[in-house]
C-alpha cells in the first residue's frame, strides 16, 4: 500500500463514518455494523475507484458557495424562460476544449449541467460539447472558471 | 412559529420551481432544452423543500441526512443529464443518416 492510497482510504473511511453516524442516528447498537460497513465501503470504494489525485477538501468547500449560488441563478434563470409567454430561448452548442484529466471532466459537465444556461453532453475527443440555451449570453468566462476551480481542487500527480 | 412560517415560505418556492421545471419540460422545444429545464429547476425545488422539512426536524442527524439526500440528487441529476444529452445526441445523428 502506498502513502496515497493510506491517505485517500482515510478520509473517505472518515466520510463514510460520518454518513453512517448520520443515518442510524449515532445509536450505540448501530456502532458494530457501522464499523464493519465502513471497512467494507473503503476497501469496495478503492477497488472501484483508485485514487489518482488526492481532493484538496479545503478547495472544494471553498468552491460550495459559488456553486451553490450559480445553480440558484441557473434554476432561476431556467424557471423564468420556462414561465414567460415569450419563452426567450436561443439553443445552441459550443466545443469547449478542457485540459481536466477523464474524471474532472466528467466532474465538470455534471457541473455545468447546474449552472445558469449550459448543459453538457458528452465529449468528443478531448473537448466537451456543452449545450447552451441562450447562445447570446456571455459564458465563456464562467465555464472557465469552473474549470480552474476544479483544476485547483486536485493536486498534481506525485505532489500528495 | 417562525419556523413553521418559514417552512410554508420556503416549501411553497419549492414547489414554484417543480412546476416552472415541469412547464419548461412540456414547452421547450427539444429534448436538450428540456433536460435545462429538469436538472436545473428541479433541484433548486428539492433544495427548497428539504430547507422547508430541515426547519421542522429535531435531530441533526435527520438535517444531515436531508442534506445527503439533496446532495445525492444533484450528483445524479448532474450525470444523468449528461447520459440523456449524449444518447439523444447520438439517436439524432443515427436519424440523419437515415434521412
Known sequence: MTGRRIRAGAHRAVLFAALWLALSGAEPAGLVPGA???????????????????LRLWRLVAHLPWFLGNSVLGGVD?????????????????????????????????????????????????????H????????????AHEERALAAMTERAGNG | MIADWLTLAFGAVGLVFFVAGTVGMIRFPDTFSRLHAL???????????????????ESLADIV?????WALALLAAGTVAQLVARAALRAEGSEDRDA
Open chain 1, 36 to 54: 464493519v460497513l465502513v471497512a467494507g465501503s473503503v476497501w469496495l470504494s478503492l477497488r472501484l475507484m483508485p485514487p489518482r489525485r488526492p
Open chain 1, 78 to 130: 431556467v424557471a423564468r424562460r420556462a414561465l414567460a409567454p415569450s419563452m426567450p430561448l436561443r439553443p445552441g452548442w459550443r466545443r469547449v476544449q478542457v485540459a481536466l484529466p477523464p474524471g474532472g471532466r466528467v466532474a465538470l459537465g455534471g457541473e455545468l449541467s447546474l449552472m445558469p444556461g449550459t448543459l453538457a453532453a458528452g465529449t468528443q475527443g478531448g473537448a466537451l460539447l456543452v
Open chain 1, 132 to 143: 447552451l440555451l441562450d447562445t447570446d449570453a456571455p459564458l465563456d468566462r464562467a465555464i
Open chain 2, 39 to 57: 436538472t436545473k429547476a428541479d433541484n433548486l425545488g428539492l433544495g427548497f423543500i428539504a430547507l422547508a422539512v430541515a426547519l421542522q426536524m
Open chain 2, 65 to 69: 441526512k436531508l442534506a445527503v439526500i
